[in-house]
């Protein structure tokens, strides 16, 4: 199907028609430069699709190429309209409701992307997510998904996330909007830090749990900023073996490596007796991590399990750890690591960070003034 296709717009191209076929999805689309839409704000042609509601397969895709020549000779003459076009566009689409749209948007998806933990995180944890918050057995439009847009405090995080997925699926379903406007400014630098326990009040809270299986849980995502899924994605047999440096296997981001921060609590948390809580695993991370969560934070006083993970990075700062390390550690990019925890450093992580600097045993040392430099310094004074 790709081959014929390249052959049918080289064909247009060597006929000089100003319309080039696309495929989104299992239908074949039309790119040109179209005047406006009578609903767009633009005043001038700009590069637009246009929906055929054809099938890609070899008869569309004839079926298209002859629409394209029809519809270049009218843009030559100046005189293409959309008014017929998009009634019979609205006609075709009577049967694709937001439910039709959402299968064919994640059938593009994961055409687009290789399916992979990480693909699936992201398509149910920002996506899926947004798209369920939609009525599914409604007609696809702008105003449906501009009222699902406003229905979220502007400058905020779902705003944001919101914005970005409406974006996606109007680009995709030939939806001639943009969000964009409305995404504000949220970033993870305008959140207000948390307040954070100490290190000595996560061991004291790692102790007072009393479940085996959910302290080991607990233990590890405070040793090695996991997120609270992550903790059941593990090479156990690594751990088991002794070794203080873990494999992640899967998860959120992928595989990767981290080192404990700090290494005395590999052993005060007896990371090497692996215990695992006996919860149902065939779910996405996202659950799984709501399941660690609904446990976990009514046994931590005044902070929640995700702030381990954050204090994880906190820490690491404060030690001096490679910002790139850090934030492959946490399986994040160097990007999301600075937004999120650089302005988290108060002055009580600097003093801390000077201090151990000042106690290297290899930190340059100031010159001394001797007798003839003090000579020196009475002369000029």
Same mark, same amino acid.
């Given at each position: @199907? ?9 064909? &247009? ?36 699709? !246009? ?6 397969? /070899? ?15 009218? !843009? ?53 997510? *947004? ?8 007609? !696809?439009?702008?105003?449906? &998904? ?15 996330? *919101?914005? @970005? ?24 630098? #305008? *959140? ?19 479940? /085996? ?34 494999? *992640? ?10 080192? /404990?921060?700090? /290494? ?22 996202? #659950? ?28 690491? !700062? ?39 600097? @000042? ?23």
């Amino acid at each position: @199907m790709i081959e014929k296709l390249a052959q049918a717009n080289g064909r &247009l191209k060597a006929a000089k028609v100003g319309a080039k076929i696309e495929i989104k999805g299992n239908r074949l689309y039309l790119r040109a430069t179209f005047p406006p839409k009578s609903s767009s704000s633009k005043q001038i042609p700009y590069q637009q699709r !246009l929906a055929l509601g054809i099938h890609a397969n /070899p008869t569309g895709l004839s079926e298209a190429e002859k629409e394209a020549r029809k519809i270049g000779a009218l !843009l030559d003459c100046k005189e293409f309209s959309w008014e017929p076009y998009l009634k019979a566009s609205a006609e075709r689409e009577n049967a694709n409701t937001v439910a039709d749209w959402t299968l064919r948007f994640e059938a593009d998806y994961f055409h687009r992307r290789r399916r992979s933990d990480k693909s699936e995180s992201t398509w149910k944890g920002d996506y899926l997510k *947004v798209l369920r918050q939609l009525p599914q057995d409604e007609l !696809l439009s702008v105003d449906l &998904l501009k009222t699902l847009v406003l229905a979220t405090t502007p400058d905020s995080k779902s705003r944001k996330r *919101v914005c @970005m997925v409406a974006n996606a699926l109007a680009k995709f379903a030939g939806l001639d909007y943009d969000f964009r406007p409305y995404a504000g400014r949220y970033s993870p630098r #305008r *959140v207000s830090p948390r307040d954070l326990p100490d290190d000595l009040k996560i061991a004291q809270t790692w102790s007072a749990i009393k479940n /085996p299986a959910w302290r080991w849980v607990c233990g590890v995502i405070a040793t090695y900023g996991l997120r609270p899924h992550e903790a059941f994605h593990l090479d156990y047999n690594e751990i088991k073996a002794g070794s203080q440096v873990i494999s *992640v296997l899967g998860g959120k981001t992928g595989a990767r490596r981290v080192w /404990p921060c700090y /290494p005395e609590w590999h052993d005060q948390f007896e990371i090497e007796q692996v215990r695992l809580p006996n919860i149902d695993l065939d779910r996405s991370n996202t #659950r799984i991590g709501e399941s660690c969560s609904k446990y976990l934070n009514p046994r931590l006083p005044g902070f929640k399990l995700y702030d381990l993970r954050h204090c994880w990075a906190v820490r690491t !700062l404060e030690f001096g750890l490679d910002l790139t390390l850090a934030a492959q550690q946490m399986g994040h990019s160097v990007q999301v690591h600075t937004d999120t925890y650089h302005h988290w450093i108060t002055d009580k992580h600097h003093q801390k960070a000077f201090e151990a600097l @000042m106690l290297r045993s290899d930190r340059p040392k100031a010159p001394v003034l001797g007798l003839n430099q003090q000579a020196f310094r009475q002369q000029i004074d």
